[in-house]
């Protein structure tokens, strides 16, 4: 049993100290307020902003994994995501699903249009793939794809794409063959400006907008932007969905644990602190507990990926492990507050700046986003422990 | 990474699995349930042989682990022993060969770890009179005497002490924690059976009366204490393991055969949906515990939050599980028939032991809590 990450050797420091540099000098201040989750920019200014941070990283000769044909040197990938990553700014511009997509089953044509230039900011992608009727059953999907020559024309409706208001692209499931369910489905490369489509931004119950409805009236896309195959629409997106589930939530919990123990040392009730109650640091040693499981639940994952052996409850558990723990973990940090819960961002009394409140009702996302836990548990329990299925009602 | 076991460690469960099925599964434990004795010696001599008891022994006194990894070699042992809820002192016996092959003299070693190896000598380990390693609690006290040490004094919920040979106790010299080993038979010592919630499992209760020992038989304080205490962690939560594994994959089975209304329950959402919460439950006690294990056995900096984690997080989840398993079973899990109360029984009973779960969790905010207190300042 081994499952020691070597630490970076110090022949790694120069590479280190002059992206500490690059970094100190180029990356951008921006009018957005960090806060938990998949955040979008709402403003244009910001968005420019970062296009123009994901082009000078590019320019300075860094190269991101998901973006290069081989992939790079281990150690400075990880120096990369280690010290971009702690300045809490997106480097990558949009959502980069796809790029995985188009590395796998795209045409050479398709990857020196796209790769390059999402690599550079100069392409904001969205993903074009759940629908007011095809949220969870995502395989009955409505939004269709005539063929027309050499075109599709796409009529119907896509919702929850984040980046889309941004977006120069778009990453599109819509069923063009005539059988139902995943065989009719086909993956295109849609771009955003074509005439036919409206964008409208999605406001959720946070109270910001990062997400949107995206419908199309007669859209054309060109035979030539199919990624795979028509048809091979389900095999393209399960792969880069996959990437997505195993990545969601790593290393946030902890990040809440440690704001939980420092809003309970903080905070008295009956004149004393809520650090010395005996349930309250029962509590939070318990999410201690669940999260430190997280982390290692995620290296038997790793372990099973390195051995061509992962099992069909893999992504669903990790999902469902990290998005039960944060929710409840976000409520107990509003009960800890007491009164001083009711008010949030904005206001000068609130705790942390309402970072707690805004991340509880962000954390309601978790749960659903990337297929419901209710989903994740029919994939466990039919796929994973091979129970029988749930009869569809329309079959 | 590798987090997961090697070679060697899965031929090691194999051959530990085939001998469990031939020659000691649950249905010989069940024989003997209500009997003063569950435990059979010949049975666990053999099960020595394999190793069960010689992991934590050095090869120069007749132990040898399988790796350079002995608490992770252990691990697969006691998962094996705890899918069958076997009877015997694997916690405290590997306890106590660990405390006196670090902390003993080289006679004691040399006295007392082949015999341990070979399953010859059962060696078991006792806290305070409430079961807890807490120096707070009423317990067992011992003075310095002309003799050597006197011990007076109760400690209760010993696994296997009728019938051990020798006890390491944890008592209270100078208003700290100390750990003595001592041989039993004994002046002043009497040992009583508990009649016991865990009906695959004997534990009892040793009242001291004046008994001194020599004084080098204390092998130490705080530091041995807090060794044993991971050692018991790691293997108690890894039999509980092997145990939740068991019995999840019997629910399982149970519900994909069960029919009622015309279909399989296991096609019903409701309990499908049960079972994938089980099956993370069952995730989660392997990881936690294959951390804990690899942790200590490698020095980390994390072993001691790893070790909290593991015995606050573990013996929950496997109680959790019982109980779901016994309601998904029907009215056949109520019944003495049926082997799911055995395992109600061992995960209710395994919960308090050795340091219950409320007490890893203090421990473990403690160490958030010392951890944090800089980064939020």
């Not at chain 2, 790691?234 to 393991?241: D, L, N, P």
């Not at chain 2, 949906?273 to 439950?281: G, V």
Request: negative net charge.
């Amino acid at each position: 049993m081994d499952i020691t990450t070597s630490e970076v050797p110090p022949q790694y420091d120069e590479f280190r100290k002059s992206l500490q540099a690059f970094i100190g000098a180029h990356c951008p201040p921006l009018e957005w307020k960090a806060r938990t989750g998949i955040r979008v920019p709402e403003e244009e200014h910001d968005v420019a902003l970062l296009r123009q941070w994901a082009r000078a990283i590019h320019d300075a000769g860094y190269v991101f994994d998901r973006f290069a044909d081989t992939p790079g040197d281990p150690y400075e990938q990880r120096v990369l995501e280690e010290e971009l990553g702690a300045t809490g700014i997106p480097y990558v511009v949009g959502n980069a699903l796809v790029a995985g997509a188009i590395k796998m089953f795209g045409t050479p044509e398709q990857r020196s249009a796209h790769i390059g230039p999402m690599s550079r900011g100069e392409q904001i992608w969205t993903q074009l793939f759940s629908e007011p009727n095809a949220g969870s059953d995502l395989a009955s999907l409505q939004t269709k794809g005539r063929l027309d020559g050499d075109e599709y024309i796409i009529n119907g409706q896509k919702v929850w794409s984040t980046w889309a208001q941004w977006a120069d692209h778009g990453y599109l499931l819509a069923r063009t063959e005539p059988s139902p369910g995943p065989g009719g489905i086909t993956a295109l490369i849609l771009d955003m400006k074509s005439p036919g489509i409206e964008i409208r931004p999605l406001r959720e119950m946070t109270g910001t907008t990062d997400f949107n409805e995206v419908f199309f009236d007669d859209v054309r896309v060109p035979v030539a932007n199919v990624i795979g195959a028509p048809g091979e629409g389900w095999k393209v997106a399960s792969a880069s969905l996959a990437t997505e589930r195993g990545g969601v939530g790593r290393n946030l919990s902890w990040e809440t644990v440690v704001r939980l123990a420092d809003l309970a040392r903080t905070t008295s009730r009956r004149g004393t602190s809520l650090g010395d109650d005996g349930s309250v640091r029962q509590q939070i040693a318990a999410f201690a507990a669940r999260s430190r499981i997280q982390d290692h639940l995620g290296k038997r994952v790793e372990t099973r990926a390195e051995n061509q052996a992962v099992t069909a409850w893999d992504a669903p558990l990790m999902k469902i492990w990290f998005s039960e723990l944060n929710l409840e973990m976000l409520e107990y940090g509003l009960d800890l507050q007491g009164p001083r819960s009711i008010v949030a961002e904005g206001d000068e009394a609130a705790y942390d700046d309402g970072f707690l409140q805004d991340a509880f009702l962000y954390a309601r996302a978790w749960t659903i986003a990337g297929g419901s836990n209710e989903v994740m548990r029919n994939l466990i329990s039919e796929r994973g422990l091979g129970l029988p299925r749930e009869p569809r009602g329309d079959a | 990474m590798n987090f997961d076991f090697d070679d060697d460690q899965q031929l090691l469960r194999e051959s530990v699995r085939r001998f469990l099925d031939e020659r000691y599964p649950l249905s010989v434990t069940r024989e003997a349930l209500e009997a003063d004795v569950v435990l059979d010696r010949e049975l666990w001599r053999r099960g020595a042989e394999l190793g069960w008891t010689a992991m934590l022994i050095p090869e120069q006194h007749e132990g040898g682990s399988i790796t350079s990894q002995p608490l992770v070699d252990l691990v697969v042992l006691a998962e094996e022993l705890g899918r069958t809820l076997n009877p015997g002192p694997l916690v405290s016996t590997n306890v106590v060969a660990d405390a006196i092959a670090r902390f003993g003299l080289d006679e004691q070693r040399s006295t007392w770890l082949p015999r341990i190896a070979r399953g010859e000598v059962i060696a078991t380990w006792s806290l305070s009179a409430e079961g807890t390693p807490d120096l707070e609690a009423p317990g067992v006290d011992a003075v310095v005497s002309e003799g050597g040490v006197t011990l007076n004094g109760t400690a209760r919920y010993v696994h296997e002490a009728v019938g051990a040979e020798l006890v390491l106790a944890t008592v209270r010299l100078d208003g700290k924690a100390a750990c003595v080993l001592v041989p039993l038979p004994h002046d002043g010592v009497r040992v009583r059976r508990h009649t016991g919630l865990d009906l695959t499992r004997r534990f009892g209760e040793i009242t001291f009366t004046g008994a001194t020992v020599p004084a080098d038989s204390v092998l130490g304080g705080a530091e041995v204490l807090e060794r044993a205490i991971s050692v018991a962690t790691v293997i108690k939560s890894a039999e509980a393991t092997g145990a939740a594994e068991i019995l999840f994959e019997r629910t399982v089975d149970y519900l994909r055969d069960r029919v009622q209304f015309g279909r399989t329950i296991g096609s019903y959402q409701a309990i499908k949906h049960r079972l994938a919460d089980l099956l993370i439950e069952v995730e989660a006690m392997r990881t936690a515990t294959y951390y804990a294990a690899l942790a200590v056995d490698e020095g980390f900096e994390d072993a001691a939050e790893a070790v909290a984690t593991a015995g606050s997080y573990v013996p929950e989840a496997f109680a959790h599980l019982t109980g779901e398993s016994l309601q998904l079973h029907g009215g056949i899990g109520f019944t003495w028939e049926h082997d799911v109360h055995l395992f109600v029984r061992r995960s209710k009973s395994d919960e308090p032991l050795f340091g219950e779960p409320s007490w890893h969790r203090e421990n473990l905010f403690e160490m958030l809590d010392a951890a944090t207190l800089g980064e939020s300042a």
